[in-house]
């Protein structure tokens, strides 16, 4: 055969935003994402959806037989496992989102190599990062609506509002894993991703998860509420029991603010983040 | 807008460097690759070759310098100028969660290539490769050579025009080697450009019409591999082993014998026109080497020349 022509070697410039960081195929990594998950790692799947279901069974029936009936966002009684279960589910969306935007991706980029595999082709970190995203809050969708089902077979679901939780959980997985990404471009070694987890643990049990944040003093109470999980637990525990106030609405507006500065801020690292 | 580049180099880059903080890993490199040439970068570890491999790939960014490929910024147009892009690391990152034949397919969609055109030439590659009876085999179960196979096979799912390959045979032991060389050698013949990294003088020797020798980030000589060992070299090299303690001592006593003497801590290398000549010479005055033996000058000769140093260290 004979050298190809010169000509051959052409390149389509397009003229788009982005063109650098995307080439509009985050579908080829989610499909990737499905595909591995068929074939190899669906078991680490499971073990997922078990954790807040074990933390419900051990802290709602087991702690809940000696708490009893405990005071719920409307003012109502209700048991202290319906009281602690929307808590739950919105730690388990925030534990899932923070672990794949933060270890899976620290992970992949450096040992795995998987996205060094994938930045060799024509994707563009912006299609990786979508693509893994949005894994990422299909996962937690399909926890979500587990757990769910785990909570009306306990009966501790009595209003049809407690569906949405599901697309709630989704909200705050993405407002964690939107930034989880732009985070992770800062660190560089295990001992700083172990940062990551001194921040999310003390989060997971100071705020108002297990017990109402009237708790505290002003001042502590002040901080949990500037904290995105607060925001979360207190969100989901209103759609449990179908009672909104304009609170619901700020909880909202926290985490659709949350979504844009942390995909903004994802955005722009993103060279730091893949092409180091 | 469509760019013509008849006549214009696949690659070209022009005092290209890297800085990590102060340390400066490329250090004001340039170069140009014809279409269909096999251009290689040889050099020690750390001299730069990868770093330069993966800014040509456009997954580093450079410090400063101009770089294009196939007439484009790599960092502004990433995707674009990788969809044409064949690139095989240093290290093997074949995707452990997939099947060997998935790996092919799933490679391909990232270029956004439709199933109907991968699945064929999948079976292709994995023919191409010597890997149809592992299609549907896990890969971590595959052997050195085999991953090393099939990354080459992944590399060229999307038919590229040029192939980045980064010490493609190291850690391959000798006759997986020789495959490898011969499944490149029938790329190159097909016209695809190659630019290779080795730190093996054979491999370079082998694969490469034209080469830089790279050492601290910087080139430190370019030509065909035949012209560096005519310009750095003499013909042959006679090698004599006194024994570690007397190379040294030894090495006063055989002046002027050859045009150059070069006292290594194994051995002494005489370069001379004719080898066996100088052997002669060097038992007529009375010294007796444990082992002597005559060879052809090769890149390794040339290194040696130009950095004071062995390739291999």
Same mark, same amino acid.
């Given at each position: 055969?004979?050298?190809?022509?010169?000509?051959?070697?052409?390149?389509?410039?397009?003229?788009?935003?982005?063109?650098?960081?995307?080439?509009?195929?985050?579908?080829?990594?989610?499909?990737?994402?499905?595909?591995?998950?068929?074939?190899?790692?669906?078991?680490?799947?499971?073990?997922?959806?078990?954790?807040?279901?074990?933390?419900?069974?051990?802290?709602?029936?087991?702690?809940?037989?000696?708490?009893?009936?405990?005071?719920?966002?409307?003012?109502?009684?209700?048991?202290?496992?319906?009281?602690?279960?929307?808590?739950?589910?919105?730690?388990?969306?925030?534990?899932?989102?923070?672990?794949?935007?933060?270890?899976?991706?620290?992970?992949?980029?450096?040992?795995?190599?998987?996205?060094?595999?994938?930045?060799?082709?024509?994707?563009?970190?912006?299609?990786?990062?979508?693509?893994?995203?949005?894994?990422?809050?299909?996962?937690?969708?399909?926890?979500?609506?587990?757990?769910?089902?785990?909570?009306?077979?306990?009966?501790?679901?009595?209003?049809?509002?407690?569906?949405?939780?599901?697309?709630?959980?989704?909200?705050?997985?993405?407002?964690?894993?939107?930034?989880?990404?732009?985070?992770?471009?800062?660190?560089?070694?295990?001992?700083?991703?172990?940062?990551?987890?001194?921040?999310?643990?003390?989060?997971?049990?100071?705020?108002?998860?297990?017990?109402?944040?009237?708790?505290?003093?002003?001042?502590?109470?002040?901080?949990?509420?500037?904290?995105?999980?607060? /925001?979360?637990?207190?969100?989901?525990?209103?759609?449990?029991?179908?009672?909104?106030?304009?609170?619901?609405?700020? /909880?909202?507006?926290?985490?659709?603010?949350?979504?844009?500065?942390?995909?903004?801020?994802?955005?722009?690292?993103?060279?730091?983040?893949?092409?180091? | 807008?469509?760019?013509?580049?008849?006549?214009?180099?696949?690659?070209?880059?022009?005092?290209?460097?890297?800085?990590?903080?102060?340390?400066?890993?490329?250090?004001?490199?340039?170069?140009?690759?014809?279409?269909?040439?096999?251009?290689?970068?040889?050099?020690?570890?750390?001299?730069?070759?990868?770093?330069?491999?993966?800014?040509?790939?456009?997954?580093?960014?450079?410090?400063?310098?101009?770089?294009?490929?196939?007439?484009?910024?790599?960092?502004?147009?990433?995707?674009?100028?990788?969809?044409?892009?064949?690139?095989?690391?240093?290290?093997?990152?074949?995707?452990?969660?997939?099947?060997?034949?998935?790996?092919?397919?799933?490679?391909?969609?990232?270029?956004?290539?439709?199933?109907?055109?991968? !699945?064929?030439?999948?079976?292709?590659?994995?023919?191409?490769?010597?890997?149809?009876?592992?299609?549907?085999?896990?890969?971590?179960?595959?052997?050195?050579?085999?991953?090393?196979?099939?990354?080459?096979?992944?590399?060229?799912?999307?038919?590229?025009?040029?192939?980045?390959?980064?010490?493609?045979?190291?850690?391959?032991?000798?006759?997986?080697?020789?495959?490898?060389?011969?499944?490149?050698?029938?790329?190159?013949?097909?016209?695809?450009?190659?630019?290779?990294?080795?730190?093996?003088?054979?491999?370079?020797?082998?694969?490469?019409?034209?080469?830089?020798?790279?050492? !601290?980030?910087?080139?430190?000589? #370019? +030509?065909?591999?035949?012209?560096?060992? !005519?310009?750095?070299?003499?013909?042959?090299?006679?090698?004599?082993?006194?024994?570690?303690?007397?190379?040294?001592?030894?090495?006063?006593?055989?002046? +002027?014998?050859?045009?150059?003497?070069?006292?290594?801590?194994?051995?002494?290398?005489?370069?001379?026109?004719?080898?066996?000549?100088?052997?002669?010479?060097?038992?007529?005055?009375?010294?007796?080497?444990?082992?002597?033996?005559?060879?052809?000058?090769?890149?390794?000769?040339?290194?040696?020349?130009?950095?004071?140093?062995?390739?291999? #260290?």
């Amino acid at each position: 055969m004979t050298t190809r022509p010169a000509e051959d070697y052409r390149v389509d410039q397009g003229s788009r935003a982005f063109r650098g960081l995307y080439a509009r195929n985050a579908r080829a990594v989610i499909s990737r994402g499905l595909l591995a998950t068929r074939s190899s790692n669906w078991l680490i799947m499971v073990s997922g959806f078990f954790e807040p279901v074990l933390y419900l069974v051990s802290m709602g029936v087991g702690l809940g037989a000696l708490v009893g009936a405990v005071v719920g966002p409307g003012g109502e009684e209700i048991s202290y496992a319906a009281y602690i279960a929307p808590a739950l589910l919105a730690v388990s969306a925030m534990n899932g989102a923070v672990y794949d935007s933060t270890w899976n991706v620290f992970f992949k980029m450096n040992f795995a190599k998987l996205y060094q595999g994938m930045l060799s082709t024509s994707l563009g970190p912006l299609d990786v990062a979508i693509g893994e995203t949005f894994l990422a809050l299909l996962r937690g969708a399909l926890y979500a609506t587990g757990f769910t089902a785990v909570m009306g077979l306990m009966g501790l679901i009595t209003t049809p509002w407690a569906l949405l939780m599901v697309p709630a959980a989704v909200l705050i997985a993405f407002g964690f894993a939107s930034f989880g990404m732009g985070i992770t471009s800062f660190l560089k070694t295990f001992q700083q991703m172990e940062w990551i987890n001194f921040v999310m643990l003390p989060m997971f049990l100071f705020s108002a998860t297990f017990y109402p944040l009237s708790v505290y003093p002003q001042p502590i109470q002040w901080f949990i509420q500037a904290l995105p999980l607060w /925001h979360g637990v207190e969100l989901l525990r209103q759609l449990s029991v179908g009672i909104f106030s304009p609170a619901t609405l700020i /909880h909202v507006s926290y985490f659709l603010v949350l979504i844009a500065f942390g995909m903004l801020l994802t955005t722009l690292r993103l060279r730091k983040l893949f092409l180091r | 807008m469509p760019h013509n580049l008849a006549g214009q180099p696949v690659i070209s880059a022009h005092d290209l460097s890297k800085h990590y903080g102060e340390f400066r890993a490329v250090d004001g490199i340039s170069f140009e690759v014809p279409a269909g040439e096999s251009f290689g970068l040889l050099g020690p570890n750390g001299a730069g070759k990868s770093t330069t491999m993966r800014m040509v790939g456009g997954v580093s960014q450079r410090t400063s310098g101009h770089l294009a490929i196939l007439g484009l910024d790599p960092e502004q147009h990433g995707p674009e100028v990788r969809a044409h892009l064949g690139v095989v690391p240093q290290q093997d990152n074949l995707d452990e969660e997939l099947r060997v034949r998935d790996n092919l397919i799933v490679y391909g969609r990232y270029f956004g290539l439709p199933l109907s055109y991968l !699945k064929p030439k999948a079976d292709e590659l994995l023919e191409f490769a010597q890997l149809t009876d592992k299609a549907s085999a896990r890969v971590d179960s595959l052997s050195g050579g085999m991953k090393r196979r099939l990354t080459i096979a992944r590399s060229l799912i999307n038919e590229p025009k040029i192939l980045l390959l980064d010490e493609p045979t190291t850690g391959l032991d000798p006759q997986a080697r020789h495959i490898l060389w011969d499944r490149l050698f029938r790329l190159k013949e097909s016209g695809v450009t190659l630019i290779l990294t080795t730190h093996y003088m054979d491999e370079a020797e082998q694969l490469c019409d034209r080469l830089v020798v790279v050492d !601290k980030g910087r080139i430190m000589a #370019e +030509g065909s591999p035949a012209r560096l060992i !005519k310009e750095h070299s003499t013909r042959e090299v006679l090698e004599l082993r006194f024994g570690s303690e007397r190379n040294t001592t030894v090495a006063p006593e055989l002046g +002027g014998i050859g045009e150059r003497l070069e006292v290594l801590p194994d051995r002494i290398l005489i370069y001379a026109h004719d080898g066996e000549a100088a052997l002669e010479e060097v038992a007529s005055r009375g010294l007796r080497p444990v082992t002597s033996l005559v060879r052809r000058s090769s890149l390794e000769d040339v290194f040696l020349r130009l950095t004071g140093r062995s390739l291999v #260290e």
